[in-house]
């Protein structure tokens, strides 16, 4: 028992096996640490020197002679407290590089209104709850019912998932949004007119921009990058808090 909590302390069996030994026998010749610890003669030095490095143990030279003692057993918490804050010192550095990969930027682009709709599907399964999903507002495209259809779809997933949604819309296609969508789906994305003329169909979620264009041949850009998607959550923010309310 006291072995394998040594062990899952970090040191090995054989340095588990001798340092109890060494508790037990006190000061020490190698044959009496041999024959109590049952770890080979070859290794044993091997072994004792690794627990010297660690200050788990020492020796004194009597009559010519080696004679090795554990040291106390405070000396392996000692140890560990000493690791912990060197570990705590690079922690900072080892979570800058976590976020550094974290927000590794690449750039996809998808082709056809279904690889445009699984996109959007999957940037809401994996947003977490309480994350924005923000959105300045198509065109002409609500004019397909099958779009309006998955649009609405997606608004009530969102805020299954409990998101943060709001809608900038382009007073241009305010009447069309209001002939296409009931006040109560519309509503759940939040949405708000204004006399801006942004980009059409550009969504912001967690770290990504997706920019769409439903006309035509369909595509989408999708951009993971956590420093662009702040600066278009800025933008977003600046347009949407003058806009007037959709519904009054």
């Given amino acids: 028992m006291e072995s394998k909590a040594l062990e899952d302390l970090g040191l090995t069996k054989r340095e588990a096996k001798c340092y109890l030994s060494l508790l037990e026998l006190g000061p020490s010749t190698i044959g009496d640490i041999v024959k ?9 030095y091997e072994v004792l020197d ?17 004679h090795f003692a554990a040291a106390e057993p405070e000396a392996i918490l000692n140890s560990f407290e000493e690791k912990k804050k060197n570990f705590e010192e690079i922690l900072p550095l080892l979570k800058e590089k976590q976020r550094f990969s974290e927000d590794k930027q ?3 682009l998808y082709e056809g209104k279904h690889a445009i ?19 300045f507002s198509h065109g002409d495209e609500h ?9 609405a779809n997606l608004a009530a997933r969102r805020t299954e998932k409990k998101l943060k949604s709001h809608v900038l819309v382009n007073k ?14 519309f509503s759940l994305v939040n949405p708000r007119v204004t006399d801006f003329h942004f980009p059409q169909g550009i969504i912001v979620a967690s770290n990504n921009v997706v920019t769409i264009n439903w006309l035509y041949n369909p595509t989408a850009i999708r951009i993971k990058s956590t420093n662009l998607a702040d600066q278009y959550n800025k933008f ?8 007037k309310p959709f519904y009054k």
Wanted: hydrophobic share 35%; charged share 35%; net charge positive.
């Fill in 172 to 185: 241009t296609y305010e009447n069309l949004l209001r002939e296409k969508y009931p006040k109560k789906t």
């Fill in 106 to 108: 690449f750039v996809e």
């Fill in 36 to 44: 109590k610890s049952e770890i080979p003669s070859s290794k044993i």
């Fill in 236 to 243: 977003f923010f600046e347009l949407y808090d003058k806009a």
């Fill in 143 to 151: 004019k397909d019912d099958s779009l309006v259809m998955f649009y």
């Fill in 50 to 66: 690794r627990l010297i490095a660690k200050s788990l143990a020492n020796y004194v030279i009597k009559k010519n002679q080696k």
């Fill in 117 to 135: 709709m699984k996109l959007l599907r999957r940037l809401v399964t994996e947003a977490k709850s309480g994350d924005k999903y923000l959105s």
